[in-house]
C-alpha cells in the first residue's frame, strides 16, 4: 500500500511565495528581463537573436537539475555565448560595437533567467521535502501510534492497518497483505455504526463509543473516531482507542465510591464535615448510634458544639476558629453530650476542606473513646502486672532500640549470660552476639522494620566467653521510637538433644543400611514410607517404586496376600505377636523369595500409625534346613558307623539322655537303658559325675583369667562297669551347652567312644617302649664306657709323643671326636626322654627359681614377672629355661640382665624371655631353632622347640641386634592357668 497516494499535494499558487519582498525582487528581474528581450531585438539580426535564444532552454533544464548552481550555471552559458559570438563574427569580419552591447545584455539576460529559475527550482525541491518529511512523520505516527488507525474505502476495502490496529483486532500475516473489513469479523452495534457513518459523510467527521467483539470472542469497549481524508476517492479515516481499561477502571472506582460510601457507614465512627460557621454538612449514619442525632438531623442547620457538654463548647468554639485560621490542626478530646442527656469522652480528628485554595470548612472523625479511657484505667493496672510478668519470667525479656542500645532487661538475661544488670545496660546489643552471629543480629533488625516481629534461632556470647543457642521472638513495641521487645529462651540443652536426635537418626539410618536384614515401615494404608538400603539393593523394590509410593501387599505373592492383610489388621486393632510370620515375595525381576517378617506397630499419641519391622531373607536358611536333615540322616549314619554314643546331661531336671550305640557299648538291653530312666546312674561311676563337676567349677584368679566355661571341653578315659559284669574302658569329651546368668552350667553335652581295644594296643605299646628304653639305655651306657675308654689312652699316648707333632695332631683329632659321640649320646638320651612322659602343670615362677641359684654364680641377675602361672606341658619344661639362659651367657656376650613376663593376647599367652646382650642378627633368628646350627652343635634350642612343640607351644625369637634376645613362647588358651 502506497502511503503517496492518499497524500494530496496542494497548490503551489505563491503559499510560500507571498513575502513582498520576493514578489517585487520577481518582478524587476521579469520586467528587465523584458527590457532585455526588446533591446535585444531592435539591435540584434536575426541570426544572432536566434543563438542568444537557443542557450535559453539547456540553461533552465541544467538549474532545474541543479538548483543550487543556477548562478554558476547562468554566468558559464553567459561567457560560452560571447566567445562563440566573437568567434562568428570575427570570422565573418564584421566586428563591431553592436557585438559588445549585445553580448552584455545577453549576459544580462542569462543571469536574470538563471535567478529567477533558481528561486522557482529551489522552491519546488523545497516543497517537495516538505512533503516527504510530513509523509515520513505521518507514517512514524501511524505505525507508532497506541491507537489502532485503519485507512479505507468505503466500499470496505482496507488500505492501510498500523500495527495497534493488528493486535487489537487480532489480524495475522503480513502487512501487506491486502484486507477487507470482512476479514476482521467484528460484531457491534449496528445501528451505532451505521448513524456513525453517515455522520461522518455529513459532517466529515464522527465519534462514538461502544462495545466490540473481536474474532475470539473477546469484548472490548472502544472510542472510535472516524474522519473523511478524501471525499472524492472515497477515502475514510478511523482512529480507534481500546478503553477497556479505563472503563474497568471507571466501574472499579464506582464500585470503590459504593464500597467506600458502604463502609463509612458501617464504621463505628463519625466520619463529618462542617463550614466555616461551625454547621453540621455531612454526617454518616453511625451519628445516630454515638450522639442519637440522625445525619439528616445533623446536616439541618446544628452546629458542630451541639454535640459537646455545656462546659466544652466555648473550648471548641475557640479550637474551631483557630483551624480556620490555617493554624495547626489534630485531633481533640472532648466530653460529648447525646441526645438523652449523657455524657462521653470523644476524641475528634479535624482536616482542613479547601476550597479554590483556602479553607472553607472542616472535615472530622468523631471517635468515642469511652472503651479506650476504660482500657487505659486497665492498662494501668495491669503494668503493674507486666512489670512483675517482666521480672519473674522464666524467659529472658530485653527492650532495645533498633541501634542496638539496650534500654531494659530482667533478671532472667542476667543469669543467662552472667553479666551484672548494670553492666548489659552500658553495653550494645552487638556485645552479646558472637562474631559469627552478627550477621542473624543484623537480618533481625532488617526483617523487623519490614514486618514489625521476627523469631529466629542464634547464639549469644556468656560473660566467660561461652556461646549459649537461644530462640528469640522479637517484636517492635513502639514503632515511632523504634522501640524492640525481645524474648530470649535458652534453648542449648534443646539443641543438644536435636544434635543427640539428628546423630541418632543418622546412626539410626547407618545401622539399618549396614544390617543385613530389609528394614521398613508402612503407614495403616500398607504403603511403605521408609525402606533400608538393603531393601533397595535386595532387588524387591526400586527408588523410583518407592518416591511415587508403593503399597506392601504387592509385594507379597497372591496366595499369602490376604494373610498377610489379616495379620495387619489384628495388629493394628490391638493384636501383638513376637513371632514372624512366613510369606512369599515378589522381586521386580519376577521371582519369589521366602521372607520371615517381624512386625511392630508405631504408635503416637496412643494411636497405630502404622508398623515397623525386619524382612529376613530365609531362603539360604531354607535351603540349610533341607541340608541340615540330610546332614542329621549322614551324622547319625556316621555315629552310628563309627560306635559313638552321644550324651546329653541336663543338670536342672537331673536327667541324662543318649543317642546313637549306647546299649552295644554297656551291654544293656534298650528296656535296661532307657534314654530317660534312672539307671544312667548305675551304669556311670559317681567319680564320673564328680570329675566333671570339678573340672567345670574350676574357676581361677578373677584377676589373673576367667576360664570361659562354655569354651572348655572335659576329656577323660574311665573303666566302667557294664551290663554283661565286664569292665570297659570309655573315652568321654564334653562341652557346657547352656549356662544361667551366673555361669552355672545347666545343660552339658558331649560323646562317649568305647577305647577297650585302643587301651590294649596302648599297653602293649607301652610294654614295647619299655624294653626298647631299656636296650637304649644300656648301649648309651656301654659306648660311654668305651667313649671314657678311648679318651683315656688317648690321655696315656699323649704323655708318651708329645714330641711328635704329627701324632699329637692326631691324638687331638681322635680326643675330639670322642668328645662329640659322648655329646650326641647324651643329646639322644635327652631326646629320647622328650614326649615319654605325660605332660602336666608346672609353675613357671618355681623353674625360674632353681635357675636363679645357678644365674648368680655367672654374675646375671634374672627378674621374674610372671605371678603365679601355670603351664601344660612336658615335665622337660626346665630344661628349656636352663638352654634360653645357658645361650645367654655363652652367646650374648655382656649378658647382666634376664627377665621374664608374661602377656595375654586374644588367643594364646605369651612368656617372653629378655635378656641385655648382643642379640641374634635378623637373618639367624629362624636358623638357631634347626638341628646342628651353632658353634655347640646346636642341640639346645632345637629340643627346647621340640619340647615345646608336644603340647602345641612355639617359639620365636623377635629381639633387636644389638640391644639384647627375645624369645616369646607362645601357649595356647587352653594351656595356661594361674594358680591360688
Known amino acids: 500500500m502506497k502511503f503517496t497516494g492518499l497524500m494530496k499535494i496542494r497548490d503551489f499558487k505563491g503559499k510560500n511565495c507571498g513575502d513582498l519582498l520576493n514578489l517585487i525582487l520577481l518582478g524587476l528581474v521579469v520586467f528587465t528581463v523584458f527590457i532585455s528581450e526588446i533591446s535585444l531585438y531592435l539591435f540584434s539580426d536575426g541570426l544572432m537573436l536566434v543563438l542568444s535564444h537557443i542557450f535559453y532552454f539547456p540553461l533552465i533544464f541544467l538549474i532545474f537539475q541543479y538548483p543550487a548552481k543556477g548562478l554558476r550555471i547562468s554566468f558559464s552559458l553567459a561567457a560560452f555565448y ?209 450522639f442519637g442525632y440522625s445525619p439528616e438531623e445533623l446536616e439541618g442547620g446544628m452546629l458542630f458544639q451541639g454535640i459537646l457538654s455545656e462546659e466544652e463548647r466555648e473550648r471548641a468554639t475557640k479550637n474551631i476558629h483557630w483551624f480556620l485560621t490555617g493554624h495547626i490542626i489534630g485531633a481533640v478530646e472532648y466530653n460529648a453530650k447525646r441526645k438523652d442527656g449523657s455524657v462521653f469522652p470523644l476524641m475528634v480528628h ?63 538475661l542476667v543469669k543467662i549470660l552472667g553479666y551484672k544488670k548494670d553492666e548489659l545496660l552500658n553495653i550494645e546489643l552487638s556485645a552479646v552476639y558472637p562474631g559469627s552471629e552478627y550477621n542473624a543480629l543484623k537480618d533481625a533488625l532488617s526483617n523487623l522494620k519490614e514486618s514489625g516481629n521476627y523469631f529466629y534461632e542464634t547464639k549469644l556470647k556468656t560473660r566467660s566467653g561461652n556461646e549459649v543457642f537461644v530462640e528469640i521472638s522479637a517484636s517492635i513495641v513502639s514503632k515511632s521510637k523504634g522501640i524492640v521487645q525481645s524474648i530470649i529462651r535458652d534453648i542449648t540443652e534443646r539443641k543438644i538433644s536435636e544434635s543427640a536426635l539428628i546423630e541418632s537418626e543418622r546412626r539410626f539410618r547407618n545401622l539399618t543400611d549396614l544390617l543385613p536384614q530389609i528394614v521398613f515401615e508402612i503407614d495403616n494404608g500398607g504403603m511403605i514410607t521408609f525402606l533400608n538400603k538393603n531393601g533397595f539393593d535386595s532387588g524387591i523394590i526400586s527408588p523410583e517404586q518407592f518416591k511415587e509410593g508403593f503399597n506392601i501387599y504387592s509385594l507379597i505373592d497372591e ?294 641359684g645357678m644365674a648368680r654364680s655367672s654374675g646375671v641377675t634374672i627378674d621374674v614377672k610372671c605371678g603365679p602361672l601355670e603351664v601344660y606341658a612336658d615335665p622337660m619344661l626346665e630344661k628349656i629355661f636352663f638352654n634360653l639362659f645357658d645361650n645367654a651367657v655363652r652367646h650374648g656376650e655382656k649378658v647382666t640382665m634376664m627377665s621374664l613376663d608374661f602377656v595375654k593376647s586374644n588367643d594364646y599367652g605369651v612368656i617372653v624371655v629378655m635378656d641385655n646382650g648382643l642379640g641374634v642378627p635378623d637373618k639367624l633368628k629362624e636358623k638357631i631353632f634347626d638341628h646342628g646350627f651353632g658353634s655347640n652343635t646346636g642341640l639346645g634350642l632345637f629340643l627346647t622347640k621340640e619340647i615345646l612343640g608336644i603340647t602345641g607351644m612355639k617359639i620365636h625369637e623377635t629381639g633387636v641386634y644389638g640391644e639384647g634376645a627375645r624369645f616369646e613362647i607362645e601357649i595356647p588358651y587352653e594351656g595356661y592357668r594361674f594358680s591360688e
Not at 176 to 205: N, P, Q, S, T, Y
Not at 590 to 602: A, E, H, R, V
Request: proline share 1%; with cysteine.
Open 82 to 290: 560571447i566567445f562563440t559570438n566573437l568567434i562568428i563574427y570575427v570570422l565573418a569580419g564584421s566586428p563591431g560595437e553592436m557585438i559588445f552591447y549585445s553580448g552584455i545584455l545577453f549576459v544580462f539576460t542569462y543571469v536574470c533567467i538563471g535567478t529567477v529559475t533558481t528561486v522557482i527550482a529551489q522552491g519546488l525541491h523545497q516543497k517537495e521535502d516538505d512533503l516527504k518529511e510530513i509523509q515520513k512523520r505521518y507514517l512514524n505516527i501511524f505505525e507508532n501510534s497506541g491507537d489502532g488507525v485503519i485507512v479505507h474505502r468505503m466500499d470496505g476495502k482496507i488500505l492501510m492497518c498500523n500495527p495497534a490496529a493488528r493486535k487489537m483486532f487480532e489480524i495475522e500475516g503480513s502487512i501487506d497483505e491486502e484486507l477487507d473489513f470482512k476479514d476482521l469479523k467484528i460484531e457491534g452495534d449496528c445501528k451505532l455504526m451505521r448513524k456513525a457513518l453517515a455522520e461522518v459523510m455529513r459532517d466529515g467527521h464522527g465519534f462514538y463509543e461502544t462495545e466490540i467483539k473481536i474474532k475470539s470472542g473477546k469484548v472490548i469497549t472502544a472510542e472510535i473516531s472516524a474522519s473523511m481524508a478524501d471525499s472524492e476517492k472515497g477515502i475514510m479515516h478511523v482512529f480507534i482507542r481500546d478503553t477497556t481499561g479505563k472503563m474497568n477502571a471507571l466501574n472499579a472506582l464506582r464500585e470503590s465510591e459504593n464500597r467506600l460510601k458502604s463502609l463509612t457507614n458501617q464504621l463505628p465512627e463519625v466520619i463529618f464535615e462542617m463550614d466555616s460557621n461551625g454547621k453540621f454538612t455531612f454526617a454518616t449514619r453511625y451519628s445516630t448510634n454515638m
Open 350 to 412: 479535624f482536616g482542613y476542606i479547601f476550597n479554590g485554595g483556602e479553607i472553607s470548612g472542616l472535615r472530622g472523625i468523631a471517635i468515642d473513646i469511652s472503651q479506650r479511657k476504660h482500657m487505659e484505667k486497665a492498662l494501668r493496672r495491669n503494668e503493674k502486672k507486666y512489670r512483675s510478668l517482666f521480672e519473674n519470667s522464666n524467659d529472658a525479656v530485653i527492650i532495645h532500640d533498633f541501634n542496638g542500645r539496650i534500654i531494659d532487661i530482667n533478671d532472667s
Open 559 to 852: 496366595p499369602d496376600r490376604s494373610r498377610a492383610r489379616e495379620n495387619f489388621e489384628w495388629m493394628i486393632s490391638g493384636y501383638r505377636s513376637e513371632r514372624g510370620y512366613e510369606y512369599s515375595v515378589i522381586k521386580t525381576n519376577g521371582t519369589k523369595i521366602p521372607f520371615l517378617i517381624y512386625t511392630s506397630p508405631i504408635e503416637k499419641n496412643g494411636k497405630t500409625e502404622g508398623a515397623r519391622g525386619i524382612a529376613i531373607d530365609i531362603s539360604s536358611r531354607k535351603r540349610m534346613e533341607e541340608a541340615f536333615i540330610v546332614s542329621e540322616e549322614r551324622l547319625n549314619l556316621a555315629i552310628e558307623g563309627a560306635g559313638v554314643c552321644v550324651w546329653d546331661w541336663d543338670m536342672v531336671n537331673d536327667e541324662m539322655f543318649f543317642s546313637g550305640n549306647y546299649q552295644e557299648m554297656f551291654c544293656y538291653s534298650e528296656e535296661g537303658c532307657y534314654k530317660g530312666s534312672d539307671n544312667w546312674k548305675d551304669i556311670l561311676q559317681v567319680k564320673f559325675f564328680r570329675d566333671i563337676m570339678d573340672f567345670f567349677n574350676d574357676v581361677v584368679d578373677v584377676e589373673q583369667r576367667v576360664i570361659d566355661k562354655e569354651s572348655r571341653h572335659f576329656e577323660s578315659e574311665y573303666h566302667i562297669l557294664c551290663g554283661d559284669g565286664r569292665y570297659k574302658w570309655i573315652n568321654v569329651m564334653g562341652k557346657i551347652s547352656d549356662t544361667d546368668s551366673g555361669g552355672i552350667p545347666l545343660r552339658i553335652v558331649g560323646i562317649m567312644q568305647d577305647i577297650n581295644e585302643i587301651k590294649q594296643y596302648q599297653n602293649s605299646l607301652y610294654e614295647a617302649n619299655r624294653k626298647l628304653n631299656l636296650l637304649s639305655s644300656i648301649t648309651r651306657h656301654d659306648i660311654l664306657n668305651q667313649v671314657a675308654g678311648i679318651k683315656g689312652f688317648t690321655d696315656l699316648m699323649d704323655k708318651k709323643v708329645r714330641d711328635n707333632d704329627e701324632l699329637t695332631h692326631h691324638l687331638k683329632r681322635i680326643r675330639q671326636a670322642s668328645e662329640n659321640i659322648k655329646e650326641q649320646i647324651e643329646f639322644t638320651r635327652d631326646y629320647h626322654n622328650v614326649g615319654v612322659e605325660v605332660p602336666r602343670w608346672q609353675r613357671v615362677d618355681n623353674i625360674a627359681l632353681r635357675i636363679k
